[in-house]
């Protein structure tokens, strides 16, 4: 490679496609399983390949956690990191009937499954292409996609290992549905829609013939009445307990029940009890063995139990019944109440009884709050969302999904006795809607007459596999990897996904394993706009990483990514993205000064025999750098690590070691041990800023090493040499150098040079230093040479600068 001094710039675009060909082909991130340091496995988050861009908040999150991951390495572990792509389930469904313009309801399962597999290769491609020129030091050796054979054979045996422990069950019942996606959904698939409506007013009537009030936002849930409850203190309602009334408009009857739950004071006092409208309806529903009259459809339209409102959209029935119910209409208040809508589409989720597979969880909360206390969660505050989550939790979580593409369940279903067939581990994985049934027939009554699943599993049944995906856990003849990764040393992802991704790795790996998946958990927030709103192509706030690496550099971009404090969201700030750009600039210059007085010379420790007040300053504080860096990397606070570095950088190594080293390095008259001493001072510390930049601007680093530091370090690329470690013998006490008090004249001096625009290289007459035993004489050369004065004296000084001392400048 070129000279650093023969080169005038630094060109990112070309040497960060040259650097990440490089790492590439000689394999720098590549896990060895055949060496003995110790492993540090992480488990990343597999990002749905349901779109051709990613945006700046994906570039922030994976960046994040990619600083750790660098740091560990240059720590000298044994680095695994996979990557995965989450290719399979409704968001890549969506994506391809938008992509492709079609209705997979109007094309053949195996057409459709073709269009998903062609289109998550094409994205996989654009999200590798992405991730490496972002510098995301990923073993692509260990890439898996959640649909491949291996993960399918995973989640199978994951299936029928929780069916033969009694852990899945196969029941009819009330599901959570989404008429749009026409899919069983869990509880976790769910967000909160607060909404604009009315709280309706309508009288029921009874026996007796007189009238009471429901009120609910619900009316058509009307037709689905089943039960109205009423506390039995409430004096208002008690004589109808046990009696009937009449459903208005629909007219038929149904019983008035107690249930001292009901609170007098919430609506009327007065419940209605449809089949069902929410989790209220299901529990009274089961516990008091009421009739059932479902209203909706799949599609999200009225049945035949609605009467006349058969075939009517849920909106177009609700418009309808309150036109109808005229007189039985009491009043209506305008409130705003949450409803529950699918995070994938955004549309309002219903209850359908219908066949599904669930795993339970319910019953199993003590387990999950353990688990939760045994892991270590960094921020610490985010453990908070898992323990509300597991306090929330009231429904088993629903694994099967009405959809095409994704991993089949390994079931078949006997016609005669009802028997679940399962194929047999070596079998795996099987698709049995495009297989022959298992030729021995019916493990109970031999019968052959065997029909297939046909529903699939939810991906988040994959998905929270990861761990054991990477472990070959589906494989227990190999026991070595299982043991040298399993449980994952870090698990890294997003806040949102705690419900989801974690909690369901959590419950697998406890179920499977008896175990937690992973030692820590590191939590980010989301990349947000500058207004601090969420990145979206709809609000016209999508910012295209890709730009922005070809603008300012993936470094700049990096910079600014380790800008936010772990688990809180970031603002993107373009001029953050500059700073990053300019510590690259100023990095590179700061470079290519060192290394020119660098040049012949030869690393040895017999050249720190002689350091100067400077020398020893700089490096004392190198050593409280260090210290500080390490103590927020290990516990995952990246961008504190990185201010540490960058403040030494910028104000202590830059502005101030550089300037009082330069005389003495231009200066014929300087003593060969001094220049010794300044060179061996300034190779070290300028190796250790870039190594420990290098976890955060991972381009840079590697350029300036390789065109100079490689010739004596010997290693092949920056990002595989051992960080610096804290040298105690480096630490000095202030007090006993008095370097602090040397800053405050250099800084009062430049303040006083700025303040008369003069140059700071103006030679003024003489500066007077009024020091406490008269320590200013062991300064004198550096302080005549860095701030141009004539001469230096001894004094009665003028400004008061610090309890001990004074200066007087005269020009």
Known sequence: MANINELKNYDFTLREKYWQQFWEDNQIYKYDPASQKEVFSIDTPPPYVSASHLHVGHAMSYTQAEFVVRYKRMMGFNVFYPMGFDDN?????????????????????????????????????????????????????????????????TSQRS???????????????????????????????LDDLEQNTFLNYIDFKFEDGTTAPIATTRPELLPACVALYTNSKDPRFAKYIGKKAKVPIFNYEVPV?????????????????????????????????????????????????????AGLKINEARKQIL???????????????VCNVHERCGTIAEFIVTPQWFINVVDHKADWIKRGDELNWYPKFMKSKFDAWIDGLKWDWCISRQRYYGVPFPVWYCDDCGQIVLPSDDELPVDPTSLAAPKNGCSKCGSKKLRPEHDVMDTWMTSSL?????????YPSDKNLMAKIYPMSLRVQAFEIIRTWLFYTIVKSHYHTDSLPWNDVMISGWG?????????????????????????????????????????????????????????????????????HLEEYQFQDSDNQHLEPADRWILSELQKTIKAYHKNFSVYEYAKAKDAVNSFFW?????????????????ENTSEESKAAAKWTLYKALYNILQLFAPIMPFITEEIYQLYFINQDKNISIHLTQLPQVEKGLL?????????????????????????NYSIKKELSELIVEMTNDDAKNYTDLLKAVLSFQKITAGKGETTLSPDLKITIKE
Request: aromatic share 10%; charged share 30%; net charge negative.
């Open 651 to 667: 104000d202590k190594f830059c502005d101030n070691y550089l300037e009082f080293v330069k005389y003495r390095l231009y200066d």
């Open 323 to 337: 036109e109808d119910l005229k007189e039985n209409l009491v009043k209506q208040d305008a409130i705003s109440n």
């Open 89 to 153: 389930g409704l968001p890549t469904e969506r994506f391809v009937e938008k992509k492709y313009k079609i209705d997979k309801s109007h094309t053949s399962k195996k057409e459709f499954i073709d269009l998903c597999l062609q289109a998550t290769k094409e994205g996989g491609e654009t999200y590798k292409k992405f991730w490496q020129s972002l510098g995301v030091s990923v073993d692509w050796s260990l890439l898996y996609s959640t649909i491949n054979e291996h993960c399918q054979r």
């Open 159 to 189: 299936f029928i290992d929780l069916f033969q422990k009694g852990l899945i069950e196969h029941k009819e019942g009330p599901v959570i549905w989404c008429p749009k996606c026409q899919t069983a959904l869990a509880q976790s698939d």
């Open 732 to 756: 000095i006490n202030d007090q006993e150098l008095k370097f602090s008090d040397i800053l405050l004249i250099v800084q009062e001096v430049r303040k006083y040079k700025a303040s008369k």
């Open 257 to 309: 029940l107690s249930d001292d739950n009901v609170d007098p004071a919430f609506g009327t006092g007065l419940m209605m009890v449809c089949t069902f409208g929410d989790g209220e309806d299901i529990e009274r529903w089961k516990r008091d063995s009421l009739e059932t009259r479902i209203v909706f459809d799949k599609a999200g339209r009225l049945t035949d139990k609605a009467g006349d409102y």
């Open 528 to 596: 947000l706009d500058e207004k601090g709103r969420k990145i979206s192509k709809s609000l016209g706030n999508f910012v295209e990483p890709e730009k922005i690496i070809e603008k300012y550099s993936a470094d700049a971009l990096r910079y600014w990514s380790a800008e936010s404090t772990l688990g809180q969201n970031l603002r993107y700030n373009e001029e953050e993205v500059k700073v990053g750009k300019r510590t690259i600039t100023k990095l590179w210059n700061a470079s290519k000064f060192v290394i020119s």
């Open 466 to 474: 990861t761990p054991l995906i990477n472990a070959n856990w589906q």
